[in-house]
């Protein structure tokens, strides 16, 4: 621990010796994917993210939360002094264990709960643990999601795989928002994560692409829909972003964000500060808004 109880080393340096542009070799991995197996190992800002108090005291929910963009979520919320309730798929434990010791190192509390969200009673099973925990909802950060790369477009995704990626990207969203609002007071938020997918989407993820799209519709449509309760609705819009998802889902790692304008693919620990931003009281004036994390792809 640091002396300024990040546990965090001191910031500094150039950006790029951050994240500088690696080789990423060909690797496949059965789904849901291996942090540990990845090579190179993604950075969640374990050794980076500084916290500066921007969310004391909030009590918080994600979904996903056991890796990736979820963990780099919840490593932030945690040392900017929140305390993370997250979810996660059963197979995914060992994944949530790291999550924890990460929020717990930072001196918060970390409610793990083995869940899935395409069942509407395993939403609210997440949600009341949360709200067991916590008494309440301030930030809810809906970022579970699934994807499964076809190169065969239309022709190559079964119903089994269609129903899959909307129950989980839609309908989870759906249920554990619906669910969370009773429990989110006036001046708390909902931070939902869509996809550079939903404005250009590839033909080998369509199902993944248009139910990033409806997130985008749901974001801007429910912000209209809570203003008057002082309920703030965004989204993070994310472009090629290393986590397990990629070598689990995709077949071609080698060249993996290399076509972005940065000519590489971000490490979640560069997503986390959007979300922080859009959680935290500088974004008190910000709603049904996309914040595009893309690495120079420009959308709408």
Not at 124 to 147: E, K, M, S, T
Request: with cysteine; glycine share 10%; proline share 8%.
């Amino acid at each position: 621990m640091n002396a300024d109880g990040t546990g965090a080393e001191p910031a500094g340096g150039h950006p790029a010796d951050k994240h500088p542009k690696p080789e990423y070799p060909q690797q496949d991995q059965p789904h849901p994917g291996d942090t540990e197996a990845m090579d190179p190992r993604p950075d969640h800002g374990e050794h980076t993210y500084r916290g500066t108090g921007r969310l004391a005291g909030r009590r918080t929910l994600i979904t996903g939360g056991d890796s990736g963009i979820g963990r780099a979520v919840a490593l932030a919320f945690a040392r900017e002094g929140a305390d993370v309730a997250f979810g996660y798929l059963p197979e995914e434990e060992t994944e949530a264990q790291e999550t924890t010791r990460l929020v717990e190192d930072a001196g918060r509390r970390a409610v793990p709960v083995a869940c899935d969200i395409r069942e509407e009673a395993e939403c609210r099973r997440l949600v009341d643990r949360a709200v067991d925990a916590f008494g309440g909802i301030d930030v809810l950060v809906n970022n579970a999601a699934y994807q499964m790369a076809q190169s065969e477009g239309i022709d190559g995704i079964s119903v089994e795989q269609f129903d899959r990626v909307v129950r989980t990207n839609l309908y989870g969203m759906f249920f554990v928002t619906k669910l969370a609002l009773p429990h989110i007071p006036a001046g708390g938020c909902i931070i939902n994560t869509t996809s550079v997918q939903a404005y250009q989407p590839k033909p080998h993820l369509l199902d993944y692409a248009t139910t990033k799209g409806g997130i985008v519709t749901f974001t801007q449509g429910l912000a209209q829909n809570l203003a008057e309760r002082g309920i703030r609705v965004n989204a993070v819009a994310p472009g090629p972003v290393w986590t397990p998802l990629i070598p689990s889902t995709l077949p071609d790692t080698s060249e993996f964000g290399a076509k972005s304008l940065l000519q590489r693919p971000a490490q979640p620990a560069e997503m986390a500060p959007g979300y922080v931003f859009l959680a935290s009281e500088d974004a008190n004036y910000v709603t049904a808004e996309i914040l595009n994390a893309t690495g120079g792809t420009p959308l709408p």
